[in-house]
């Protein structure tokens, strides 16, 4: 059986790591095809992470138009977040599209929307990825998860959102990880001799969560480096797992199939300054309307619940509550966002509710708040901490360009950033919850052994693979650019 085209991602890779391990002869897979073809980046999303990144490479849309931005944004609830899920989304992914042409398979491509697929081709999602959607894994056709449910029972979930402090249980998760890399290669194995498969598309989730996990046992000047007992670098040894796999699906496929490897993001210290935003944005409101927020918070808890049962309603709803009493009561407030950036809501007449910013005062709101956030420094060394402010309807623009946030406040993550001080809102220290080790930054890469594989960018992945599919058998080009 043949495979025409090859294409194995590594999530969140991170480019600079993966430079230093080729040029030490660490990743001697990955070398051989970049030389027999080609590397270049891919470029990031300004101030989005991995959700935005999967789900432009799976639609070749960006986040305007495909409406994913976040795993968590604007929900039923007013001022409240909800997760997002692929079933919100509309769009159908590029590998569903060449399905209708030829056989494709899709094993593990994380937070993209779902399309229906041909007869003879496949597609697992949430067995072993980062960010599963439900708790068991689903597939076309059905009896593929079924399978995988029976003969891999124990289902660990990638818990990127943990922080791990104890070195044994750091190192109790890399050697999950490496069986877990090893598995899915078996599977991609067992499905190889089905069929001769036009495409087959693969996704490797273990280098995401272990940088998540281990960025500060690999990172000698992360602010909370430690070491391991046995002396190995987790996400190295991840990288190396991931290399010694690609050998064998590269020599499965023989020399004929035309290979890609990916990353749509890289990964770094977990320096980021989210954490004091809610401050900081409150300092640059009118004086007392956080207080006000608060009395009316009061005001509706008591109108909505009885004197008996006041102390039944759950804690959850009732810091539902307070979240979005407290944000109607805001001119901005922001929104939860754990990637390169924070991200800012305007509470605006006609779209929030209880919007208090007319639309004609859009503009001059976000002008003073880009303003004022382009002058916010460490107050331990005078650095700025700010790099850049992302106006979401001009870089993101579509019809669902206002369903999470107008700004992005992205972080200058070279060093950890203490605190925040202006001239207007003075100086922010707030005590920051510990923080998983490592997490998103700028740094996509691809490499293909087709030195013509040349993509533009994320949203221009889907073109390029559907190109370099179809030249296999000199067909037309399979995908443009958006696959509505």
């Not at 079933?87 to 398979?105: C, E, I, K, L, Y």
């Not at 036009?198 to 490797?204: E, I, Q, R, S, T």
């Not at 994320?458 to 296999?472: F, H, N, P």
Request: net charge negative; proline share 7%.
């Amino acid at each position: 059986m043949t495979v025409r085209c090859l294409v194995i991602g590594w999530d969140a890779a991170d480019a600079s790591l993966v430079d230093e391990m080729l040029a030490a002869g660490e990743l001697p897979v990955l070398q051989s095809l970049q030389e027999r073809g080609t590397r270049g980046p891919i470029e990031a999303l300004p101030g989005l992470g991995d959700d935005a990144h999967w789900a432009t490479f799976a639609t070749g849309l960006l986040p305007g138009e495909h409406g994913r931005f976040h795993h968590r944004q604007t929900g039923d609830e007013p001022y409240i977040e909800a997760p997002y899920r692929r079933t919100r989304m509309t769009d159908v992914p590029f590998w569903s599209t060449m399905a209708a042409n030829g056989p494709v398979a899709s094993l593990d491509v994380p937070k993209s929307p779902r399309g229906e697929m041909a007869a003879g081709s496949r597609e697992v999602i949430d067995w072993l990825c980062h960010g599963e959607e439900q708790p068991q894994p689903s597939s076309q056709p059905p009896r593929l998860a079924e399978a995988l449910t029976r003969d891999h029972p124990v289902h660990r979930p990638m818990t990127c959102y943990r922080t791990y402090t104890d070195p044994q249980d750091i190192e109790a998760i890399a050697r999950q990880y490496q069986e877990q890399v090893m598995v899915r290669t078996a599977t991609i194995l067992n499905w190889w001799d089905d069929q001769d498969w036009d495409l087959f598309l693969a996704v490797y989730s273990e280098s995401h969560c272990m940088g998540h996990h281990a960025w500060n046992v690999h990172d000698p000047a992360h602010f909370s480096h430690i070491s391991l007992p046995s002396g190995i670098d987790p996400v190295k040894e991840t990288y190396r797992a991931l290399d010694r796999e690609l050998g064998k699906l590269v020599d499965a496929a023989g020399s004929g199939t035309a290979v890609v490897v990916f990353s749509l993001i890289g990964m770094g210290a977990n320096n980021e300054g989210t954490y004091l935003l809610d401050e900081v944005l409150l300092r640059l409101e009118p004086p007392g309307a956080a207080k006000q927020a608060q009395v009316r918070l009061a005001s509706r808890l008591r109108s909505l619940t009885p004197v008996f049962l006041r102390r039944l309603v759950p804690r959850k709803m009732k810091s539902m509550m307070r979240i979005a009493t407290t944000r109607a009561g805001l001119r901005v407030y922001a929104v939860q966002h754990d990637a390169t950036s924070g991200a800012i809501r305007v509470n605006l007449k006609g779209r929030e509710p209880q919007g208090l910013v007319e639309p004609g005062d859009y503009d001059a709101v976000l002008d003073e708040l880009e303003r004022e956030l382009r002058q916010l420094v460490d107050p331990d060394n005078g650095r700025t901490i700010v790099s850049d402010v992302v106006r979401v309807r001009e870089q993101y623009p579509g019809p669902q360009q206002d369903i999470f946030a107008d700004l992005l406040v992205v972080w200058e993550q070279s060093q950890y950033i203490n605190g925040a001080t202006s001239p207007r809102i003075g100086t922010v220290k707030v005590r920051r919850p510990l923080p998983r080790p490592g997490n998103h930054r700028p740094g996509g890469w691809y490499v293909s052994n087709r030195a013509e594989f040349a993509p533009s960018g994320v949203a221009d992945l889907a073109r390029a693979i559907g190109d370099l599919t179809a030249s296999q058998h000199g067909a037309a080009t399979a995908i443009r650019s958006g696959t509505r």
